[in-house]
């Protein structure tokens, strides 16, 4: 027997959206709502095994309801563009997990479903319908099972006309009159006013239909019998809006449906296009979908290279040519660079390719090789330079010279395309013949070292693949006039990282612990004083204990129910906060609960035994607006809004007795950039004349003084002046300063009512975009926009929002480089002991003798204001104190 599976598109990816935190990919785009719809995918398959799978849409505003109600679904607001922009995402995934999709010009995705089922139903199969609306239920029968989603969509409800009945206690049909008396206020049907849930299954219950509620209402009292009888109309035009169609037109088969599981080749690709990583991970699937397993042989033969391996015997035959080398490629194992094993080295020229394993690099007789590795004014080409750095620093023996990165450089040439590897790198650039790192080594608990000479031949490879790359990449970087981008800014930057990422900056761990130990007695003063509010003990962490406490023994409203009970989750308990004491109290155990595990014992975990420091790994090639990332640990992340997250910057201190931290930020570098790009006069006369940004633009969107200017106006002027940096959209600012999307939309055209300038820019650079293809930031950083002239208003849309805010955010990364790359030669110019440590965002960080103090409270800002010239001044703050937490 086949087994069918309908899933309502529109209504799941609707709520996947809602339910999901924010998520964006590297590219910039919305992805939380495809990512919580293909979970939601994934466990159907694992827990059901279907034959047939289909997904409905519907296919536009306009269906056959609206001939007999024009208002039907009028009150619905207009789809937020950050969901808008995902619909495209999930049907191209779709295609890609071959599972059909349908959609019908005229018709709802409930109709397709419908009028599927009950063909499918005849056909003698069994189906199962997926759906957020519980309209579904009137389809169900002994063969139709329905799956209501619960917790956004992670769980479902199944219900079949057994459990409707002991649900509602009401036949499938039922549920159509139950929406009749309702009505239902998401799609604007009217129902009858005063109906709700519980009085319609009252009804039905003693009537049976809509059409026998309407014939004895004389049997009714009071003013329900009035409103009935007034609103009869609107009852049984509501039944029939109500009602799913199942007779549509369909020309499609079940064979079109067919779903024969994921297939690798096809879906491998697809999730590894919106980044899902850890689906692929938990699919086993390569990204390329190729096969994992490492016996495997590549599709095209590994080159066949003639390859010297040295040893101790003939080190001196690789010593003699090293003024020839022109890459060099040093293999590591490991995710962290500071924890990586070194395999091996190759060093190849035109002529020659040397392996030197890399015990043997560190033998007596490979000085002459570890001084050349050394020595800055020989020039190194390799791939991840950075990381080479990194790994062989960790095992003693230094690097320099850094003068071609072949990762860096793909990544200013596109950006969209995040830390490629080599294999990627040179199937791009046509070069076939190299095996990937996973057939030569295998993946995670597979991974082996092969036997030298397949070592040797597998780095060899890659050598040569590079010597074909760096050519055209130059080629291009000169084309598209990012040589002084490459060579005076990433490249320098890349050396200036890796040196704040060997020095580490110090954590005082005895301080740390004790941080924890305040954490852990606040913790169990909050947990005694819930206890001593619930009248018992029981375990906050459980959803189930707490929701028994909260709901039934001190009944508090019900916000959500999920299948195993009461849902407590963040969002529940802030709306119940101003109920009750206990539920403040629960949330702030939650926040010191989340700072103890991850920011206490997380950090614990990094102090490096050896240095008594965190040493973190900042990601050049990630962030398509050429922002740094930081790793191991992530230190861009403390949370620093609470009093409590900002503690944590207490135990980073100075890694020298009687230095300082000192700290220096750029102040609102992005209005800046905007104010110099735009070219806006009220912009640059708020900057120019060090006014506050914020109460100029309030002062200039509401149409009154400075004085006149309170605080929600700034609130909502901040909100507004960072949104449009990001590209808020109305949906957007609406949920930052909880208004109407309508207000907001209001807020935003009073904006570029008021800053004219900055609305000419975006319109200009939205039309640059559409003429090359790309824009660009001061500096020339690019960022190409496929999708900007696209036929799908979503995509497009997207595409003009990056468009929009892509030169100021990527203006603003540069900036910061630039100001980092002056201050490395600042401090080697003043001959000062002063180092810089971090960058975290818009925040350089050092540590400073206090002889130097003074210097540097004077070179360090003046070093950030100079760093690029703009029509407005740039402003750094400076502070400092005994820690990162006195030096904010």
Do not use: C
Not at 40 to 65: C, N, Q, S, W, Y
Not at 404 to 419: G, I, M, S
Not at 548 to 559: D, N, Q, R, S, T
Not at 802 to 828: E, R, S
Request: aromatic share 8%.
């Amino acid at each position: 027997m086949n087994k069918l599976i309908l899933i309502d598109g529109n209504s799941i990816i609707y709520r996947a959206f809602f339910a999901m935190p924010p998520l964006t990919n590297t590219k910039g785009l919305h992805t939380n709502a495809v990512y919580g719809f293909t979970n939601m995918l994934l466990r159907l398959i694992e827990d059901h095994k279907p034959t047939h799978m289909m997904v409905a849409f519907d296919a536009g505003k306009i269906t056959f309801r609206h001939e007999g109600y024009q208002e039907y679904k009028g009150g619905r607001e207009k789809t937020p563009p950050e969901l808008s922009e995902q619909f495209p995402l999930l049907k191209e995934l779709l295609r890609g997990l071959g599972i059909a999709q349908f959609e019908l010009s005229g018709y709802e995705a409930d109709d397709i479903i419908g009028t599927v089922s009950k063909l499918a139903e005849e056909a003698d199969n069994q189906v199962l319908i997926v759906s957020g609306d519980k309209d579904m239920l009137q389809l169900a029968s002994d063969r139709v099972q329905i799956g209501l989603t619960r917790k956004g969509v992670t769980e479902i409800e199944a219900y079949n006309p057994e459990q409707i009945m002991e649900r509602y206690g009401l036949t499938p049909l039922q549920i159509i009159d139950l929406k009749g008396l309702m009505g239902d206020a998401s799609d604007n049907i009217p129902g009858i006013p005063g109906v709700g849930e519980k009085t319609g299954l009252k009804l039905l219950h003693q009537f049976g239909s809509v059409e026998e509620v309407l014939a004895n209402t004389h049997e009714l009292k009071g003013k329900m019998k009035e409103k009935i009888e007034a609103h009869s109309d609107d009852a049984i035009l509501s039944k029939k809006l109500a009602t799913i169609f199942r007779e549509v037109p369909l020309d499609k088969s079940f064979d079109e449906m067919v779903f024969d599981g994921l297939k690798e080749e096809t879906a491998g690709p697809a999730l590894a296009h919106l980044e899902f990583k850890s689906l692929l991970e938990r699919l086993s699937f390569d990204a390329k979908g190729g096969v994992e397993n490492g016996d495997d042989t590549p599709d095209v033969p590994a080159r066949e290279l003639e390859v010297k391996i040295i040893d101790e015997g003939n080190i001196n035959e690789l010593a003699t040519v090293l003024d020839k080398i022109e890459v060099m490629t040093a293999e590591t194992y490991g995710d962290n660079p500071h924890h990586a094993e070194v395999v091996g080295l190759a060093f190849s020229s035109q002529e020659a390719h040397y392996f030197v394993p890399f015990d043997v690099l560190k033998t007596e007789a490979a000085e002459p090789l570890r001084a050349w590795l050394a020595e800055p004014t020989a020039p190194k080409r390799g791939y991840d330079l950075h990381r080479v750095d990194l790994a062989l620093h960790w095992h003693d023996i230094p690097f320099a010279g850094a003068a071609f990165d072949v990762q860096l450089a793909a990544y200013l040439l596109d950006p969209t395309e995040a830390n490629q590897n080599i294999n990627e790198l040179a199937s791009k650039y046509g070069l076939a013949g190299l095996a990937s790192d996973e057939i030569v080594y295998g993946k995670g608990a597979k991974y082996k070292l092969p036997d030298t000479a397949v070592l040797s031949e597998h780095l060899a490879g890659k050598n040569a693949a590079l010597l074909e790359m760096i050519p055209m990449q130059q080629q291009e970087l000169d084309k598209n006039e990012m040589n002084e981008l490459f060579h005076d800014l990433e490249m320098p930057l890349s050396r200036i990282l890796a040196d704040m990422e060997k020095q580490g900056i110090a954590v005082n761990k005895d301080d740390l612990m004790k941080l924890g130990k305040e954490f852990e007695a606040q913790i169990k003063t909050l947990v005694d004083e819930v206890y001593e509010i619930a009248g018992t003990e029981f375990n906050l962490n459980s959803p189930k204990q707490l929701g028994e406490i909260l709901f039934v023994k001190l009944g508090l409203p019900v916000v959500k129910k999920t299948k195993t009970g009461y849902s407590t989750d963040a969002e529940v308990l802030e709306k119940l906060a101003p109920y009750h004491d206990i539920v403040r109290l629960i949330l702030q155990y939650r926040t010191l609960a989340k700072l103890q595990s991850t920011y206490v014992e997380g950090l614990l975990k990094e102090i490096s035994p050896k240095t008594g420091k965190v040493h973190t790994y900042y990601r050049q090639t990630i962030a398509a607006t050429g922002r740094l990332s930081s790793q191991y640990p992530n230190l861009q992340n403390i949370p620093i809004r609470l009093e409590e997250g900002r503690k944590i910057r207490k135990v980073f201190v100075p890694s020298e007795p009687d230095w300082y931290i000192l700290a220096a930020d750029y102040s609102q570098i992005e209005l800046r950039v905007l104010a110099h790009i735009s070219d806006d006069p009220g912009l640059k006369e708020a900057f120019v004349h060090d006014m506050d940004i914020h109460t100029k633009t309030a002062m200039d969107v509401f149409g009154v003084q400075a004085e006149d200017v309170d605080a929600n106006m700034r609130r909502s002027a901040k909100a507004v002046n960072f949104g449009i940096v990001y590209g808020i959209s109305d949906y957007g600012l609406s949920q930052n300063l909880n208004i109407t999307r309508k207000e907001a939309a209001k807020f935003i055209d009073n904006y570029f009512d008021a800053f004219i300038g900055v609305r000419r820019y975006m319109d200009d650079i939205v039309k640059d975009a559409k003429r090359d293809g790309y824009v660009t930031t001061l500096l020339e950083r690019r960022r190409y926009l496929p999708e900007i002239n696209a036929s799908n208003f979503n995509l497009r849309s997207f595409a003009e929002r990056t468009a929009m805010n892509t030169p100021i955010q990527g203006t603003a990364a540069d900036i910061i480089k630039l100001a980092m790359v002056h201050m490395d030669a600042a401090l080697a110019r003043e001959k000062l002991q002063s180092r810089m440590l971090l960058q975290v965002h818009d925040e350089l960080i050092f540590e400073v003798p206090e002889s130097e103090l003074e210097i540097m409270k004077k070179l360090v800002p003046e070093t950030m204001e100079k760093a690029l010239k703009l029509s407005v001044p740039l402003k750094a703050d400076v502070s400092y104190g005994l820690n990162w937490y006195e030096a904010k």
